[in-house]
């Protein structure tokens, strides 16, 4: 079932107007679909009967539910529900909904660090079904998705959203239905068309799995993981803890602030081509003290280790956490814990390591060279036979299968009940805050794996921070060689902007790890990481800048900050989705902001005789 609900402002509050839902059964042709197939609701229709328009709504979100209820009765296979971007929009508000309107039913949500990955629903302690997001298993914009996946339905509507008030609803009620039902439809193809893919291909049914990542996952355990040849154990809390702080990100540095006629360059795939051709940590972890007499080149895992790193290098290769928690890459002395192939190629740069401790593991061909393999070389050619849908599935599930296993154990959990279970979570030492949602709902939240025993400790399912950790700290090994050539602007984990050209060698549209050029760019401005200005064609810029003011950010604004660092300017902003997560409202929010330069502390300015900033240059630490 696949399922859309539109709103209308009400005191700055989103409030649903129409709700729908349609059936799609395999192998039906959405193209001719009668119109009758796709229920709606519509609050307009109750004006009669409730003269206030919140009634109207709440009238239409029973009327929704009971109908679904209906539908899955007659068909108790079906029990998921679609709806896309649920988790940070229509699901806020069905939580709000239920808890007020639908005391028949009782809502059981999985919410992980603010964000609703499903709504289950229960009725006399029955599940009847679960709404689910459809952007966490296809994470792009339906319009996007509907082109790409399901283009003989059509192409997505447009209303002005923002103009739209409750007075209005009635008059445009057949633009307002004609353009849900599109949505609804459209979803209905676009979850059809990737159910037909993934089953097809690997026999794998997407209601089984929430995220894409998890798909991915789910694959590769499938069709590709073999335990006997490669063995990822599941990590105790001694081994998570430790070497989870050796997991670092990408590589984000301003080097140059202006340049000319640049190159902007990116890797083909950079993790997947990590992942396919470097060696992996495998095996049960082993734990080893004092390894300061011990050969480093014939160590293998993560290593506490001693670091000094010379002020002669200019762009530092290893990583480190200040105290809150930014990611330098700093001259100086410190201690760290490190993949020991990235301390090898560290002191092969003139880096002194002394190892202290650490995690030794066995050495081993990546598990994931075929998974990669195959999809890369399925997706090249899909490309060749102009087949759009299967290019975007085989593009998404080879770059997700990474980040699934870095997932953090501690996590933000909420959850929703009544007093008596609000009561038992007060007495717990993980618990974090709770709130009254009405008189028969309670909102609390706690911090799961925190405040307990190692014994109850539990790591998330195929958990393996170790690959995650070798996969982003070889990523860095690779992409070191162009980072600290001296016409390197700006790097950004997987690409560099460059003063001149690589060599034919190093660049291929179609090579996995290889390099493309994505622009020439005629003008740079590089005022921090994320926040960047590109002049690529006459009248054509890319601006990039990492904020909630990032909507006022213009050329123009890039080449006055330029000129003056200090400048700031104060902004009116409408945040039209902010979540109220005490309420479970969706609003609209007027605030006030000031855009100015992003404060960096990742490395230091450099400025010419003139008081003109040329450069920047590392940070030099000693933290022992």
């Not at 966490?136 to 082109?147: A, C, D, F, M, N």
């Not at 200040?322 to 990611?327: A, C, I, P, V």
């Not at 279970?421 to 009405?438: G, H, P, T, V, W």
């Amino acid at each position: 079932i696949v399922a859309d609900i539109e709103t209308v402002m009400v005191d700055n509050i989103h409030t649903p107007y129409a709700l729908g839902f349609l059936v799609v059964n395999p192998g039906s042709d959405l193209t001719c679909l009668p119109s009758h197939s796709i229920n709606m609701y519509f609050s307009e229709d109750h004006i009669s009967v409730f003269s206030n328009f919140e009634a109207r709504s709440s009238q239409i979100f029973l009327n929704f539910i009971y109908n679904l209820e209906n539908c899955v009765k007659q068909n108790e296979r079906i029990q998921t529900v679609y709806l896309h971007n649920f988790s940070r929009f229509d699901g806020i508000i069905m939580m709000k909904y239920f808890s007020i309107h639908a005391s028949d039913y009782k809502m059981k949500p999985l919410i992980r660090n603010h964000r609703l990955y499903e709504l289950k629903v229960y009725k006399n302690n029955k599940i009847l079904f679960r709404f689910r997001d459809s952007l966490l298993l296809l994470p792009s914009s339906l319009r996007s998705l509907s082109k790409t996946l399901c283009p003989e339905l059509g192409s997505k509507g447009d209303i002005d959203h923002d103009s739209l008030v409750v007075s209005d609803l009635l008059m445009k009620k057949d633009e307002l239905l004609k353009y849900l039902r599109q949505d609804i439809l459209l979803l209905g193809g676009v979850m059809k068309k990737a159910q037909e893919i993934n089953w097809s291909k690997y026999q794998i049914d997407i209601e089984e799995v929430m995220t894409v990542s998890g798909l991915s996952l789910k694959i590769f355990r499938k069709h590709y993981f073999n335990d006997q040849t490669f063995h990822i154990p599941i990590p105790t809390r001694n081994q998570d803890t430790f070497i989870r702080n050796g997991y670092y990100g990408g590589h984000v540095d301003v080097y140059k602030p202006y340049g000319e006629n640049l190159y902007y360059y990116d890797v083909n795939s950079l993790y997947p081509f990590i992942m396919k051709n470097y060696p992996m940590p495998s095996g049960i972890p082993i734990w080893k003290n004092h390894l300061e007499s011990s050969d480093l080149d014939s160590l293998f895992g993560f290593i506490e280790a001693y670091v000094v790193c010379p002020t002669y290098i200019k762009r530092p290769f290893l990583p480190y956490k200040n105290k809150d928690g930014t990611l330098i890459f700093p001259t100086g002395q410190f201690l760290g814990v490190y993949y020991s192939e990235e301390l090898k190629y560290a002191r092969n740069l003139g880096y002194q390591i002394l190892p202290l401790r650490g995690y030794l593991f066995e050495k081993k061909p990546s598990p994931f060279s075929g998974f990669i393999s195959d999809l890369y070389e399925s997706r090249l050619d899909a490309k060749k036979r102009g087949d759009e849908p299967m290019t975007f599935i085989y593009k998404i599930l080879m770059n997700s299968l990474y980040g699934r296993f870095g997932i953090n154990p501690e996590s933000l959990v909420t959850e929703i009940c009544n007093k008596k279970e609000r009561d038992e979570y007060l007495k717990k030492e993980n618990f974090q805050s709770a709130e009254m949602l009405n008189e028969n709902y309670y909102i609390v939240n706690y911090v799961t794996n925190c405040f307990i025993d190692d014994e109850e400790w539990k790591a998330p399912k195929m958990s393996a921070v170790h690959l995650a950790a070798a996969i982003t700290a070889c990523s860095r090994i690779h992409m070191y060689p162009y980072i600290c050539r001296e016409d390197c602007y700006y790097t950004d984990t997987d690409s560099v902007i460059l003063g001149n050209p690589l060599l034919a060698n190093d660049i291929s549209s179609t090579e996995l790890g290889k390099w493309k050029l994505e622009n020439n760019v005629k003008k740079g401005i590089f005022l921090a990481p994320k926040s960047y200005m590109l002049e690529v064609e006459e009248d054509k810029n890319i601006i990039k800048f990492k904020g909630p003011a990032k909507d006022f950010v213009t050329s123009d604004w890039f080449e006055k900050q330029m000129t003056d660092l200090s400048l700031t300017e104060t902004h009116k902003m409408s945040s039209k989705f902010r979540i109220n997560w005490k309420t479970f409202d969706v609003m609209s929010k007027d605030m006030m902001l000031k855009l100015a330069l992003p404060k960096s502390n990742k490395r230091e300015n450099v400025y010419d005789s003139n008081n003109v900033w040329i450069g920047t240059q590392p940070i030099n630490i000693i933290d022992l």
